[in-house]
């Protein structure tokens, strides 16, 4: 009897390891991932990233799950301080008011190689629908998520413009993020 309670340890032990490793989640790793954009204009296009964002949620092994990416509009970055300086500013993302954009995740849903991600941005105040269609690449327990989208500036009320270099209102955004499991 002693040595079947064993054997019935030693099995439920086994199953257990083996359901938490199936289930193991993914994390984001921000040192290996980016969240840029390219801003156009008449005379040129200017290209920047987000130093600093988190993600606060889950996402599963099978790919779903819910959560939240938080950017710091403050670690803005073009690579032209004056340019930053101006941007942080309220006639871009007045990031005295409004530190923080966030896209909730409302729903991730698997497409083949794409993992789509439906949910709202807001950012400076304003909240609107976005979806991202992104390209996922696994290897072991790596993988990768990638992709763009374009985003009007004027639904989020950033309407600053100039007679002699006019910007564009669509923004692209882009993202790199690196995960890993476990």
Known sequence: MKLRTQHLMIIAAAFLLTAGALSAEWKVQPEASKIAFTAYSRMHDADGLFKQWAFDGKISDNWTGTGRIVIKTASIDTANAKRDAHLKNEDF???EKHPEAVFTIEKAELKGDR???TGKLTMVGV???LTLDLKRTVSGNSA???GETMIKRSDFGITYSRMINPIKDEVKLVF???LKKG
Do not use: R, Y
């Open 144 to 146: 990768e998520l990638s």
């Open 115 to 117: 993992l789509v991600l």
């Open 176 to 178: 790199k993020v690196a």
């Open 93 to 95: 993302f007045n990031v």
């Open 127 to 129: 909240t609107k629908p």
